[in-house]
């Protein structure tokens, strides 16, 4: 079955930079799309980056320019976050999209989260 597993998350002062990594431990060749997203306390959980080879990388507006997604293969992806805010505190959640070949049924799977911390 397949399992995402981020790592990278922790404390950082403002202004600072982390690195997340999310990788598949499962024998999946490849997803069609994967990504991050993040919810912090009282909020929704929304959209931090994804990256496609069809739609290629998107963006929240909040991170433009700070944040960028990248993936070595096609189960293993990165966040690259610099110049961190406070408002960037959140639990950050790997995600990724299978689309099925044959049946074209769409499979979701998320990672546990990774806390991200940035302290002002």
């Known amino acids: 079955q397949v399992q995402l597993v981020e790592s990278g998350g922790g404390l950082v002062q403002v202004g600072g930079s982390l690195r997340l990594a999310c990788a598949a431990s499962g024998s999946i060749a490849s997803f069609n799309a994967m990504g991050w997203y993040r919810q912090a306390p009282g909020k929704q959980r929304e959209l931090v980056a994804t990256i496609s080879s069809t739609d290629g990388t998107n963006y929240a507006d909040s991170v433009k320019g700070r944040f960028t997604i990248s993936r070595d293969n096609a189960k293993t992806v990165y966040l690259q976050m610099n110049s961190l805010k406070p408002e960037d505190t959140a639990v950050y959640y790997c995600?990724?999209?299978?689309?099925?070949?044959?049946?074209?049924?769409?499979?979701?799977?998320w990672g546990q989260g990774t806390q991200v911390t940035v302290s002002s």
């Open positions: 995600y990724s999209r299978l689309v099925a070949t044959i049946s074209r049924r769409t499979y979701e799977y």
